[in-house]
């Protein structure tokens, strides 16, 4: 399901700034040489993404699923200097591709890929996050929010992706509920009920919920 009109997503793209030469070159190589490369977050989003961190300008930024790296690259651009980025996917063959454009993009020492289970990383890492981006499997991201939560500083945001599920977490875009619609639908619910953050449900691309720990 598209949510905006074709033509209004192409005005959208045509008037936000371009994707860096890598950017283009990542986007590119993963829709011609990677598996399921609708999970790149895009042009769009990316340069959403590098936006709030510029906004944000953290000093360490948590990303939960890497795929081929393009969000971890956005996210990157709003580093303090000094900072890191810890970019998790259990996927080790995306590895040396990955590694390959962190290199390409001079951010080998900031941004520090982890091979493995988010579930079993992320209790492993001993940092106060600025940013949070969550972007693996949606079973999970319930599990994630909770492992989380205490490391993210006070007024630092999390940001989950495909929080609207191709539509079909709305009732009649659901022929019937299977697993990942209903975590996702568990998720926006608990999000959104959570009395220690201010949230926003964002409809952009498959949805983007950004919260805000008070
Ligand atoms: C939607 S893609 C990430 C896209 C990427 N953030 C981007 O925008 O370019 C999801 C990734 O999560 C990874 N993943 C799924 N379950 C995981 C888990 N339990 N631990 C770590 N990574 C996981 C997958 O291997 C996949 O590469």
Redesign the pocket.
């Known amino acids: 399901m598209e949510f905006l009109d074709e033509e209004l997503q192409r005005y959208a793209e045509d008037h936000t700034s371009a994707e860096s030469e890598l950017l283009h070159k990542v986007n590119r190589q993963t829709h011609l040489q990677v598996l399921k490369p609708r999970?790149?977050?895009g042009h769009l989003q990316g340069r959403l993404l590098a936006m709030f961190s510029q906004m944000i300008r953290p000093k360490q930024i948590l990303?939960?699923?890497?795929?081929?790296g393009?969000?971890a690259l956005c996210l990157a651009e709003g580093l303090q200097p000094g900072g890191t980025l810890h970019t998790?996917?259990?996927?080790e063959e995306l590895e040396d591709r990955v590694l390959g454009y962190f290199k390409e993009a001079g951010l080998e020492d900031s941004i520090k890929l982890h091979i493995g289970?988010?579930?079993k990383i992320i209790p492993s890492l001993d940092t106060a996050f600025d940013l949070v981006f969550l972007?693996?499997?949606k079973i999970?991201y319930a599990n994630y929010y909770d492992l989380v939560f205490d490391k993210v500083a006070p007024g630092g945001y999390i940001i989950a992706d495909n929080v609207l599920w191709s539509g079909k977490v709305l009732e009649k875009y659901r022929k019937k509920l299977d697993e990942d619609t209903a975590a996702v639908i568990a998720f926006n619910k608990k999000i959104h009920d959570d009395t220690r953050v201010e949230n926003i449900l964002l409809p952009v691309r498959d949805g983007l919920l950004v919260a805000r720990k008070l």
């Open positions: 999970m790149l977050s990303e939960v699923g890497t795929y081929t393009y969000s998790i996917d259990k996927n289970n988010a579930l972007d693996a499997d999970n």
